[in-house]
C-alpha cells in the first residue's frame, strides 16, 4: 500500500538544472523524516540529503552542499530535491527512501528515477 514514486530525472548539461519530485502515497506522510539517496554506476549507495516531517529542518551531504535543496510540501504529499550547478560526478539513479527509526536503514523506497550529466 505505501508508495513512493520519482520523477523528474533526465540528460542535463554540466552546470544544468533539475528537479525531482517524490510522491507519497499509502502513509501519513506528513509525520515522517524523508531522504533522497542515491547510487552512481558501479557504486553503492550514497545519502544526499535529509528533511524532518515539518520541513523546518534539512541536512545534505557535503558532496552536494550548496548546490542540491530539499523540500516538501506536506499538503500535496510531496517531496523534492532542487539540483543546480550538476556535475558529471552527479549521474546516478536518485531514490526517495524514508528512514527508519534507528536512522541507520530505510522502511521504503521508490523505484528510481535516473540522473544523466553529461556534454
Known amino acids: 500500500e505505501v508508495q513512493l514514486v520519482e520523477s523528474g530525472g533526465g540528460l542535463v548539461q554540466p552546470g544544468g538544472s533539475l528537479r525531482l519530485s517524490c510522491a507519497a502515497s499509502?502513509?501519513?506522510?506528513?509525520?515522517?523524516?524523508m531522504s533522497w539517496v542515491r547510487q552512481a554506476p558501479g557504486k553503492g549507495l550514497e545519502w544526499v540529503s535529509g528533511?524532518?516531517?515539518?520541513?523546518?529542518?534539512?541536512s545534505h551531504a557535503d558532496s552536494v552542499k550548496g548546490r542540491f535543496t530539499i523540500s516538501r510540501d506536506n499538503a500535496k504529499n510531496t517531496m523534492y530535491l532542487q539540483m543546480n550547478s550538476l556535475k558529471p560526478e552527479d549521474t546516478a539513479v536518485y531514490y526517495c527512501a524514508k528512514p527508519n527509526i534507528g536512522r541507520d536503514s530505510y522502511d521504503y523506497w521508490g523505484q528510481g528515477t535516473q540522473v544523466t550529466v553529461s556534454s
Open positions: 528533511i524532518n516531517s515539518g520541513g523546518g529542518s534539512t
Open positions: 499509502g502513509f501519513t506522510f506528513s509525520t515522517y523524516d
